[in-house]
């Protein structure tokens, strides 16, 4: 296996996805980056090896390409398409070559030449797809020095399903000029031009930087243990760092700790993490764990949202708003420069001598603390477990005189079994004063890094800070040099950058960073993780497969022929289709252990009703529907049936006008109500979304729309986020079942139904039944009425158990004897108008005998039920302190006349 090798394969496949994205109107680019060459082409000839240019635009080009190494690149374009074109439903002027190449510019003797890097152009494939006939491909050629033959174009686009005029380019080699291009647009039907161009335009966003530094690795001669993780399959490592969970506020599942401590010792991990399950809260936890240990982690992801999400975690749970460098966006980075000016001025002198060894000592003793009160109740626990077993089989001897001997013996021991309630206060109460201790350590260490940096590491401070504020790429890389990163990092441990954006923010560095996490996986392009692989110790990739996976425009015979030429296969190691592959895809593979993979499944946004067709159809029923109480039921979920017509341009304005008056309706009603939701609408084809976007604009003021925050997109456009309202536009009629077929993509249909807290309003204009059984729209429809919330209980109760349900009822407090909620069996579970109390009995012999371990106490606080425990011997003893704890914890109002069997 050749490391290089399959690096290459990675960037010649990223590099043909992204060429064209900039190439659809050459004509948009300002004179400065674009010349029309004049005369006659015999560059594209073969004739000559260069062609002279102007020495006007020569001079400014080679200083514009040395300045924008990585954000732009040189083409030559040949055979440009001129004229009106339908793309996708929507009709785009167009001025875009069948061929480019990139080009290079010399200068000798004062005079200016362009030349090209390859002799062999490349095909703009975006725009071939376009031309051929459906199902028909380009032509093999043998000798690519051919494909600049006019006729050969000629006679290919013969059958071309556009109106084109292709005779035009038989006039190659002499060139038409910038008037004949003009003349062209304003024709009805679209020209093959013989024109050429010089044009420097921006990699598409996407790949900016991410082929210029695809090349340094491939050139590096060692590369990061994720990287190498990734292409070469290993056991991972046995070594197990001391973490600090207890370090952090808020409560962590057995998932959420596992994931942390993959981040923290595996050099590749894993974490899955279905809609709604906590995922960026756990990455937000995985950063300040990492942070409390003294280490730095690299946050990436395909898109901006995700990040913000992230972000808005690390300072609303952590604090670590000040620490940790949201790069990338213009108006972080406006508040990152005056912070920074403001720390290298001395503004926060005062705030910087916090202590944290002080706050750290007392966590420490608080935590010890815990670990006692802990102990103490499963100690309660366990005598209340002998406590009544003793008991009841005293009373199950029926001898009366040794139950009532036992009872003088032991009654005083039992009724200290009340202790084991205040030994639980104090449980919770103590955790409560350990999250905001948890808090204030984070804080006072962030701000002892940051005292130390300005103190020791004030020239890395300013340079950094000039770096994030120079313009171009080559006088960034001349700033990064001078930055002592070590330093940097422990003082802004934590930084969030998209993909696209990483190469301006940060060198290319190996493994300056403890840890990378890549969130949002599935729609990460391999190619482009790699530079961020590359820059971490470890990495932890996060995501799910059943949600929306990365688009690529790269053609499968174009995949197979890169994939040939460095003589590898798919069943190389460390290969998977670039095409078809996300990086999370990769990931899977190359794990060697379950070890390595966690899955979050705890539910906490939506409603059960608005949860469970995923749950069912793409999680097997794993997921815990966090909110699932007894009082969960439908009317969450609403359809609205209308007579819509989807257009020739994909909008269907009946549906669009529907979903405006209903967002008029809830901000009226929320008006009325003095409340506030967030309202999002989804479709799941871009013009509609757009369209309603555009009407939303229209129709709402700017405070309603920043309110609320209401927004248009596909489900593209709100892939982690979600809103407590969802509006779906599916926008198809009984006319359009083939674009219905869009709507059966499992991920695509996943997050599209996945977005909303409380409640999901749909707006139909096709009958679901012309769809095929096995449509996911369909089978979404059906079982909208069918929807039950299953309320798992046991109908054969113990004695105990059946005694304390009798007390309650008689309290008018609700029950339900073995509820299952959050995937746990509840002994009885308990309501009191809206107030939900689990009941945990204990001692007596038989299913419920045992105690909740603190797990499961914990489980329930993050779902919202508080527990108590009530043991056996305790209630037979002292029946009344029992029923007085149950009504207590359930803000029950006890009167003399309720009686007490």
Avoid at 543 to 557: C, I, M, P
């Amino acid at each position: 296996m050749s490391l290089p090798n399959i690096l290459s394969y990675y960037r010649d496949c990223y590099k043909e996805d992204s060429a064209d994205l900039n190439l659809w109107n050459l004509n948009k680019l300002k004179d400065e980056d674009r010349l029309v060459l004049e005369g006659q082409d015999d560059l594209g000839t073969g004739f000559l090896p260069r062609l002279p240019i102007p020495s006007s635009f020569g001079e400014q080009m080679m200083k514009r390409v040395e300045v924008y190494q990585r954000e732009r690149v040189l083409l030559y374009a040949s055979f440009i398409l001129v004229g009106k074109v339908e793309i996708k439903g929507e009709m785009k002027q167009v001025v875009s070559p069948l061929l480019f190449n990139e080009a290079t510019i010399d200068k000798e003797d004062d005079y200016y030449y362009f030349s090209v890097n390859n002799p062999a152009p490349e095909i703009n494939e975006s725009l071939i797809e376009l031309l051929m006939p459906e199902g028909h491909t380009m032509p093999v050629v043998d000798n690519m020095t051919h494909i600049q033959s006019p006729s050969l174009w000629t006679s290919w686009l013969k059958d071309c399903p556009l109106a084109l005029n292709s005779l035009e380019l038989l006039k190659f080699p002499n060139l038409v000029g910038n008037d004949e291009i003009k003349r062209a647009l304003r024709r009805k039907t679209a020209t093959l031009l013989p024109a050429s161009m010089l044009v420097f335009v921006e990699r598409s966003t996407s790949s900016r930087g991410v082929l210029h530094e695809l090349e340094e690795l491939i050139e590096s001669p060692q590369l990061s243990s994720p990287i190498n993780h990734l292409f070469s399959p290993k056991a991972p490592a046995q070594a197990s760092k001391p973490l600090k969970f207890n370090y952090l506020p808020g409560l962590l599942s057995t998932p959420q700790k596992k994931i942390i401590s993959i981040a923290a010792n595996a050099s590749l991990g894993c974490a899955s993490g279905p809609p709604g399950t906590g995922k960026s809260y756990t990455i937000a936890a995985i950063a300040a764990e990492h942070m409390a240990r003294g280490e730095s982690v690299l946050i990436v992801a395909n898109n901006d949202a995700a990040l913000d999400v992230i972000a808005d975690k690390l300072d609303e749970n952590f604090g670590l708003s000040d620490v940790s460098i949201r790069a990338g966006q213009k108006e972080f980075l406006k508040k990152l420069k005056s912070y920074i000016a403001d720390l290298l001025s001395g503004y926060f002198n005062e705030e910087l001598n916090q202590e944290p060894l002080a706050r750290e000592s007392e966590l420490k003793k608080l935590n010890r603390s815990l670990d006692k009160a802990e102990a103490r109740f499963v100690k309660f626990c366990h005598k209340a477990i002998v406590r009544g077993q003793r008991l009841k089989g005293l009373e199950e001897r029926d001898i009366q005189w040794v139950k009532r001997l036992y009872l003088a013996l032991a009654t005083s021991g039992i009724r200290k079994l009340v202790m084991q309630w205040s030994s639980l206060n104090d449980i919770i109460n103590q955790h409560e004063s350990r999250e905001q201790l948890a808090s204030g350590y984070l804080s006072a260490l962030k701000n002892t890094n940051l005292k130390t940096l300005v103190e020791t590491q004030r020239q890395s401070l300013q340079a950094f800070n000039k770096a994030i504020r120079s313009r171009t790429s080559k006088r960034q890389f001349e700033l990064f040099d001078n930055i002592e990163y070590s330093a940097l990092l422990s003082a802004f441990p934590v930084w969030l950058v998209s993909l696209n954006t990483l190469y301006r923010v940060l060198p290319l560095k190996a493994e300056m960073f403890d840890l990378v996490i890549i969130d949002e996986a599935t729609q990460c392009n391999i190619s482009s993780c790699l530079p961020a692989l590359y820059r971490a110790k470890r990495a932890m990739v996060v995501g799910d497969t059943k949600q929306l996976r990365h688009y690529s425009f790269l053609a499968k015979s174009k995949e197979a022929q890169i994939m040939s030429k460095y003589e590898l296969s798919l069943s190389t190691e460390g290969i998977t289709s670039y095409r078809d592959s996300s990086i999370l895809d990769l990931t899977l593979s190359a794990l060697s252990s379950h070890d390595q993979l966690a899955f979050l499944d705890e539910h906490f946004r939506s409603k059960p009703e608005l949860i469970h067709f995923s749950n069912q159809s793409f999680y097997q029923g794993k997921l815990k529907v966090m909110q699932h109480r007894p009082c969960t039921s439908s009317g969450h979920l609403h359809l609205n049936r209308l007579e819509g017509v989807r257009d020739s341009s994909g909008i269907n304005h009946i549906e669009a006008a529907q979903v405006v008056a209903a967002i008029r309706e809830q901000v009226s009603e929320d008006l009325s109500a003095g409340i506030c939701h967030s309202i999002g609408v989804i479709s799941p084809f871009r013009h509609q979304a757009e369209y309603i976007a555009k009407e939303i604009g229209a129709n709402f003021s700017e405070a309603e729309i920043l309110k609320h925050k209401l927004r248009s997109a596909t489900p593209f456009g709100f892939q982690g986020e979600e809103r407590d309202i969802m509006l779906i536009s599916f926008s198809v009629d009984n006319e359009s079942k083939r674009a219905a077929v869009y709507l059966n993509k499992a991920d695509v249909f996943n997050v599209t139904i996945t977005r909303a807290r409380q409640k999901q309003i749909l707006f139909l204009s096709i009958d679901e039944t012309l769809l095929p059984k096995s449509n996911l729209l369909r089978r979404y429809l059906g079982t909208m009425n069918e929807f039950e919330a299953t309320h798992s209980t046991v109908t054969e109760l113990d004695e105990f158990q059946n005694e304390v349900v009798k007390e309650l009822a008689m309290l008018e407090v609700k029950t339900w004897p073995g509820y299952t909620i959050a995937g746990t069996e509840v002994d009885i579970l308990c309501r009191y108008q809206n107030r939900y109390l689990a009941i945990d009995l204990i001692g007596f012999p038989g299913p419920w005998k045992d105690f909740f371990e603190l797990n499961t106490y914990k489980l329930f606080k993050r779902a919202g039920v508080e527990v108590l425990p009530v043991s056996y011997g305790l209630w037979v003893v002292d029946k009344e302190a029992c029923i007085q704890q149950i009504a207590t914890k359930l803000n029950v109002s006890l009167n003399q006349s309720v009686p007490v069997v």
